[in-house]
């Protein structure tokens, strides 16, 4: 079995640095970008897990990730603490383990509350991503917004043409084909 954990990601992409996350876990109503991900109607509730990270003392990423609340309820990804192999390990628990992923990512300016919970200077532009993690059945078991700054991150994408993962819009307009290999955030302040 393969797990994954917010550790082990962060770990590799933080090394030996400093890094904090805060952690806090509740339910809202689904959002219909959400809904839509998860097959469920819009405002049904829904269990997110906001956190933000932090390298060296600098907020560097906020995320949010959302689950179906009937899916979750009874594991342990409703506390701040999931144990060990985070919550793609609790997944797998239940039959839902992730074996694929979407990502969806623009650059724009921040909205006021990220700005100052990034604690962006003026003019500094965020990345967007939006997450969707599928099980075996092709399910969506996950759906994750991340903001990142961009002055701490440098994203890295492979191209391949035998195994198309993400079709897009290349500058001439032909379409590209992009898998993502790693994001990670840069080293000192801005």
Same mark, same amino acid.
């Given at each position: 079995?393969?797990?994954?954990?917010?550790?082990?990601?962060?770990?590799?992409?933080?090394?030996?640095?400093?890094?904090?996350? =805060?952690? @806090?876990?509740? *339910?809202? !109503?689904?959002?219909?970008? %959400?809904?839509?991900?998860?097959?469920? &109607?819009?405002?049904?509730?829904?269990?997110?897990?906001?956190?933000?990270?932090a390298?060296e003392?600098?907020?560097?990423?906020?995320?949010?990730?959302?689950?179906?609340?009937?899916?979750?309820?009874?594991?342990?990804?409703?506390?701040?603490?999931?144990?060990?192999?985070?919550?793609?390990?609790?997944?797998a628990?239940?039959?839902?383990?992730?074996?694929?992923?979407?990502?969806?990512?623009?650059?724009?300016?921040?909205?006021?509350? =990220?700005? @100052?919970?990034? *604690?962006? !200077?003026?003019?500094?532009? %965020?990345?967007?991503?939006?997450?969707? &993690?599928?099980?075996?059945?092709?399910?969506?078991?996950?759906?994750?917004?991340?903001?990142?700054?961009?002055?701490?991150?440098?994203?890295?994408?492979?191209?391949?043409?035998?195994?198309?993962?993400?079709?897009?819009?290349?500058?001439?307009?032909?379409p590209?084909?992009?898998?993502?290999?790693?994001?990670?955030?840069?080293?000192?302040?801005?």
């Amino acid at each position: 079995m393969r797990t994954t954990s917010i550790e082990a990601i962060q770990d590799t992409d933080t090394g030996k640095r400093g890094r904090v996350v =805060e952690v @806090t876990v509740g *339910e809202r !109503p689904a959002s219909e970008t %959400v809904a839509s991900c998860l097959d469920i &109607a819009p405002g049904d509730p829904v269990l997110c897990r906001s956190r933000r990270f932090a390298v060296e003392q600098r907020p560097v990423q906020l995320a949010d990730s959302f689950y179906p609340v009937g899916m979750v309820r009874a594991t342990p990804i409703v506390y701040t603490d999931t144990g060990p192999g985070g919550v793609y390990a609790r997944l797998a628990e239940i039959g839902r383990e992730p074996i694929r992923f979407t990502e969806r990512l623009h650059a724009r300016m921040p909205f006021p509350a =990220e700005r @100052t919970a990034l *604690e962006l !200077p003026g003019g500094t532009p %965020v990345i967007a991503i939006t997450r969707t &993690a599928y099980d075996a059945e092709d399910r969506c078991v996950e759906v994750t917004e991340m903001i990142l700054d961009s002055s701490a991150y440098e994203l890295e994408y492979h191209a391949s043409i035998q195994s198309p993962v993400f079709i897009g819009r290349g500058l001439q307009g032909r379409p590209s084909e992009f898998a993502c290999l790693s994001r990670q955030p840069r080293r000192g302040r801005r």
